[in-house]
């Protein structure tokens, strides 16, 4: 599965501080959880800054905003996968968000990732790792998230690591 991650450079609100150096170790930890459990491994094909001209702010539906090529220039758009890394998502019914994917099935999964203001929500490359395996999930189809299993990947609160067997395919 090919994954392109892309660093909103300019995009509001001030998105200078994107970090750009744990590429290789979220896609390690991303294929830590899904070879164990599936046949699907992640290649990380591109890494790239992207700039964009969308005014903001950035929400949980902005991902074919950032991820289309007509407001954002520089997108790997032949991979199957595009995670694009932004200082801030703009909180979603009173709750923080840290990553978001664009649908059931998706191609665009947001994922909050900046040094300043503030830093980002989590910082262990482990759990970046973690949300950024379940966020495909959802770009899979899996829809997640009422699954009452804390131990599950795709539990409202990505803590587990078990993938689902509509998923693995068994």
């Not at 491994?41 to 905003?65: D, E, L, M, N």
Request: glycine share 10%; proline share 6%.
């Amino acid at each position: 599965m090919t994954l392109s991650f892309h660093y909103v450079k300019k995009a509001p609100p001030n998105a200078d501080g994107v970090v750009t150096a744990r590429a290789r170790s979220l896609v390690a930890e991303m294929n830590r959880i899904y070879n164990e459990q599936t046949k699907i491994r992640f290649i990380r094909a591109s890494q790239r800054v992207v700039t964009t001209i969308f005014a903001g702010p950035v929400t949980v539906g902005s991902h074919s905003v950032l991820g289309g090529s007509n407001l954002t220039q520089n997108l790997d758009t032949s991979t199957r996968l595009r995670i694009l890394f932004v200082e801030k998502i703009a909180p979603d019914q009173g709750r923080e968000i840290f990553a978001s994917s664009e649908g059931f099935p998706g191609r665009n999964i947001l994922c909050r990732d900046a040094l300043k203001p503030g830093g980002p929500i989590v910082d262990a490359k482990e759990t970046v790792g973690k949300v950024l395996a379940h966020e495909c999930g959802h770009s899979f189809g899996i829809k997640g998230h009422l699954d009452p299993d804390e131990r599950h990947l795709m539990h409202a609160k990505p803590k587990g690591e078990i993938i689902p067997r509509t998923l693995r395919g068994s």
